[in-house]
């Protein structure tokens, strides 16, 4: 019998979409809560599609081909910032950098911040601020998107349904 739910949250664990389960074959069992196609803005204010999933531990920025750009652990984040548009979002990460984002529906972003909230809360025991922030202050400008010369992605091993079921046990 699969889980459906992860018991320490509460969140659904979903599966891959099928019709992104070739290029993103090496995550069929992960403990997966999100997976959803956005934008990430650059720093030239661009948008670029990106898929954005988000396990029980981590937030994966992924190319539509499947290659990871981006792997931080949740309980990295410092804060969320919202805006008046619904769909846009930004991930603030001190310890890297911060990833703006833009949902192509209001209801993504709000699920976004719920299983970010749920999963931060397993992690740290406390709450990930939301900030609601004004107008032109939203700009990528006021935020550190810019990749550090020297970092260096480094992906997370995954947990899979089985490792969680056998951790529950």
Same mark, same amino acid.
């Given at each position: @019998?699969?889980?459906?739910?992860?018991?320490?949250?509460?969140?659904?664990?979903?599966?891959?979409?099928?019709?992104?389960?070739? !290029? #993103?074959?090496?995550?069929?069992?992960?403990?997966? @809560?999100?997976?959803?196609?956005? *934008?990430?803005?650059?720093? !030239?204010?661009? @948008?670029?599609?990106?898929?954005?999933?988000?396990?029980?531990?981590?937030?994966?920025?992924?190319?539509?081909?499947? !290659?990871? !750009?981006?792997?931080?652990?949740?309980?990295?984040?410092?804060?969320?910032?919202?805006?008046?548009?619904?769909?846009?979002?930004?991930?603030?990460?001190?310890?890297? *950098?911060?990833?703006?984002?833009? #949902?192509? @529906?209001?209801?993504?972003?709000?699920?976004?911040?719920?299983?970010?909230?749920?999963? *931060?809360?397993?992690?740290?025991?406390?709450?990930?601020?939301?900030?609601?922030?004004?107008?032109?202050?939203?700009?990528?400008?006021? #935020?550190?998107?810019?990749?550090?010369?020297?970092?260096?992605?480094?992906?997370?091993?995954?947990?899979?349904?089985?490792?969680?079921?056998?951790?529950?046990?």
């Amino acid at each position: @019998h699969t889980l459906d739910v992860d018991p320490r949250t509460k969140l659904k664990i979903i599966s891959v979409p099928a019709d992104k389960r070739v !290029s #993103f074959a090496d995550l069929q069992d992960v403990v997966l @809560h999100i997976f959803f196609d956005c *934008y990430k803005t650059t720093t !030239s204010d661009q @948008h670029v599609d990106r898929v954005l999933i988000i396990t029980d531990q981590t937030i994966l920025l992924c190319s539509k081909d499947g !290659s990871c !750009s981006r792997c931080v652990m949740v309980d990295r984040v410092g804060s969320l910032s919202v805006t008046s548009d619904k769909r846009a979002l930004a991930i603030q990460v001190p310890t890297e *950098y911060d990833i703006l984002l833009k #949902f192509l @529906h209001p209801s993504d972003r709000d699920r976004v911040i719920t299983v970010l909230r749920a999963v *931060y809360r397993r992690m740290t025991h406390a709450r990930l601020p939301v900030e609601n922030v004004k107008g032109r202050k939203f700009e990528p400008s006021n #935020f550190k998107i810019k990749k550090p010369a020297k970092f260096q992605l480094s992906l997370i091993p995954q947990r899979t349904r089985d490792q969680l079921r056998q951790a529950l046990e």
